[in-house]
Structure formats: C-alpha cells, structure tokens
C-alpha cells in the first residue's frame, strides 16, 4: 500500500497527511502493545507450568492445550461441532441485530412509543436472561429454536439500548436549521437521523457480539450433542482441562474476528459522525 504525504511550500507535511501518519502511527503502535501482552502472557503461562506451579490438572501448559487443538482437528466431530454453535450465533445475532437496530431506531425517533415500550424493555433487561433457558426449551424444545431464541434474547439489547441513544443525542439545532428548510421527517430521518446513529449501532453490534458468544455457550450447556459449547462442557466433566482451555480459545478467537470486522466498519463509517 503506498503513503502520498503533501507538503507545504516550506516543505512541511499539511495537516491532512500529519493526521493520516499519526492515525497510522497509533494503529500500528495498538497492534505491538497488544502482540507483546499476548507473547508476555503466553511466557508466564508457560512459566507457571513448567515450574509446576500449578498441577496439569488445573492449568495445562500452552504445548498441552496446542496438542489438545491438533487432537480435536484430526476427528471430524469438530466440525460438526463448528457447524453447529456458527448456525446458532450466525442465526440469533443476525435476529438481535435486525430487531435491535429497527425497534432502536423508532423508540429514539418517536419519543412516545419509548415511553410506552421503556418499562417492559427495562423489566426485560434486568431480568437473567440466562435463566430464560429452561423455559425456552419448554415452549420451543431443545433444538435449535430455543438455542437462538437464548442468544437473541441475550445479544438485543445491547444493539437496541445504543441504536436509540444514538438518536436521542442527535443534535436538535441541526434538526431544527432542516426544518427551518422545509425537510419532512422522512428526510431528516434519512439524511440526518440515520447517519448520525450509525456509530452508535456499530457500537452495539460490538457489544452484541460478546453477549451472543455468552449465548451460545449457555444454550449449548443447557442440552446440546453438537457445539462447542457442549465439547468444553464434556471435557470439563472428565477433567480434560487441556480441551477446556482449547474450547476457550475458540470462543476467545471468534469474538476477535468478529469484533475486528465490526471495528473496521466502524472506521469506515467514522465520518458519518455528526
């Protein structure tokens, strides 16, 4: 990738390519730190078992949970396994992120129906979702309905709560000067409304990803034969912490993938920013 910095007459970088080296800078100086804390932890880890610090049995060592990958990718019950927890996420964050975004979208945009729909979305919120479980499997059974349904219920209000901030914090005097110009609210909602919440949903979205994982890995625990939620489950009842561990990272690398997307669509929406 070529970097076309302008100068000035004096030869100096303008302060639009200062800007542009300096975000490049502190991205480049993000992905070090965060690379030098996982080599750090990864040394200490390591440390702590080699020295026997802790037994086997309770922290495997990073060899240990590396074998335990190469053994679960040499049978092709992982896949099933992958299959089965992606349909689950794929399915109830997309749910959570379409229900979340329009029912955001119009309880900030018409501040009556927030009133109205605010104590149910309040009682909802502070009730243990995960605790919705059994009764999910009682009403939709032990498939894939109640599996989705947990992490819906778990991932929307994160994407719903920062949606409809995000229009309430829209700048009124901005609104007002478009009225002022004769635009209607399908307009202002367009070209105002929506723009200015979208980081504010991208925000969400970020959040809902973690929450969704959560839910996946409950509803799994909850009844399952596939997933990986129910592998780590297994292996925790046979003490194979090594597999755990690996569960764990699976999760951990899905969250980070996903997260990463989600934060690359936030730069490039970046200038909507109002």
């Known amino acids: 990738m070529a970097i076309v910095v302008t100068l ?22 993000r992905a070090v730190l965060g690379t030098a804390f996982i080599v750090l932890l990864f040394v200490v880890w390591q440390l702590v078992t080699a020295f026997g610090i802790e037994p086997p049995i309770l922290l495997p060592s990073p060899a240990g949970v590396a074998n335990a990958f190469a ?16 349909e689950e996420l794929f399915y109830g964050f997309a749910l959570a992120a379409v229900v979340g975004i329009i ?3 119009a309880i900030g945009w018409y501040p009556r129906l927030g009133y109205f729909f605010d104590p149910f979305i309040n009682f909802l919120y502070a009730v243990p979702r995960v605790a919705l479980g059994p009764l999910l499997i009682v009403w939709l059974g032990i498939g894939l309905n109640s599996k989705v349904a947990l992490v819906f219920l778990i991932a929307v209000f994160p ?9 309430r914090s829209l700048d009124q005097h901005l609104v007002r000067v478009a009225r002022c110009f004769g635009a209607g609210d399908l307009k202002i909602f367009r070209t105002i409304a929506l723009p200015g919440s979208v980081p504010f949903i991208l925000g969400g979205l970020r959040l809902a990803i973690g929450q969704s994982l959560i839910g996946v890995f409950v509803a799994e625990l909850l ?25 764990l990272l699976i999760f951990a690398a899905a969250g980070m993938v996903l997260t990463a997307i989600v934060r690359w669509l936030e730069r490039r929406f970046d200038a909507w920013r109002i």
Not at 71 to 86: C, H, K, R, T, V
Not at 159 to 167: A, D, F, I, Y
Not at 240 to 246: K, L, M, P, R, S
Request: charged share 10%; aromatic share 8%.
């Open 8 to 29: 000035d007459s004096s030869g100096t970088p303008t302060r639009q390519a200062s800007s542009t080296l300096a975000r490049l800078g502190q991205r480049s100086e």
């Open 223 to 247: 009844g399952a034969q596939h997933g990986i939620g129910a592998m780590i489950e297994n292996a925790g009842q046979q003490f194979q912490t090594d597999i755990v561990f690996a569960g």
């Open 159 to 167: 994407v719903l709560v920062n949606t409809s901030s995000g229009v």
């Open 71 to 86: 053994n679960l990718f040499s049978s092709s019950d992982i896949w099933f396994d992958f299959a089965a927890s992606g």
């Open 103 to 105: 029912a955001g979208l």
